[in-house]
C-alpha cells in the first residue's frame, strides 16, 4: 500500500500540495499522513506569528480538518499528525518513521521573496527522503488586466 506524506508549514502553507495529496489517495488506495508543523514554542520573529495557539495557527489547524473531512467523505484514509520544530527536519524524521513512499511538496516559488530560501529548505528536503518526490507548484494568484491597461 502507498503511504503519501504531505507536510504543511503553518507559516507557509501549501493547499495545493495538501488537496493534490488528499484527491490522489483515494484513486491509488493510499494512506496519507498530514504533517503540520509550527514553530517552536518561544520563537521569535515573523515565524511566531503562526504558531498553533494563535489566531493564524489556529486558522491553518481549521483549513486541515476542514479538507481531511472532505478527503474522509471521499473515501481517503488520512492520518493527521501536529508537531512544533523546524520544518524540514520534521517532514524529513516522519517520511522515516512513517515509512512513506510518496512525499507531495510544494515546488519552491524562486521568483518571490524568500525564493532562495525556499529553495535552500526543499534542497535539503529532498536530500534527506528515501522516497518518491512529487512537487507541486502553487497557483499563481494574477489580477485580471484590461488590454491597454
Known amino acids: 500500500m502507498e503511504r503519501i506524506l504531505v507536510g504543511i508549514d503553518s507559516t507557509r502553507p501549501s493547499w495545493e500540495a495538501l488537496v493534490r495529496a488528499l484527491c490522489l489517495a483515494p484513486r491509488i488506495q493510499a494512506r496519507v499522513s498530514v504533517l503540520v508543523v509550527f514553530p517552536p514554542d518561544g520563537g521569535a520573529g515573523p515565524k511566531a506569528a503562526a504558531g498553533k495557539d494563535t489566531p493564524e495557527g489556529r486558522a491553518v489547524r481549521r483549513r486541515v480538518d476542514s479538507e481531511i473531512e472532505s478527503a474522509k467523505a471521499a473515501g481517503a484514509t488520512v492520518d493527521l499528525f501536529v508537531t512544533e520544530g523546524r520544518y524540514e527536519r520534521e517532514l524529513i524524521d516522519a517520511a522515516g518513521q512513517l515509512k512513506t513512499t510518496l512525499l507531495v511538496a510544494a515546488a519552491a516559488g524562486g521568483d518571490g521573496e524568500g525564493g532562495e530560501r525556499e529553495a535552500e529548505l526543499l534542497?535539503?528536503?529532498?536530500?534527506?527522503?528515501?522516497?518518491r518526490v512529487e512537487l507541486v507548484s502553487p497557483k499563481r494568484h494574477h489580477e485580471s488586466q484590461k488590454d491597454g491597461a
Open 123 to 131: 534542497g535539503k528536503i529532498l536530500n534527506g527522503v528515501d522516497c
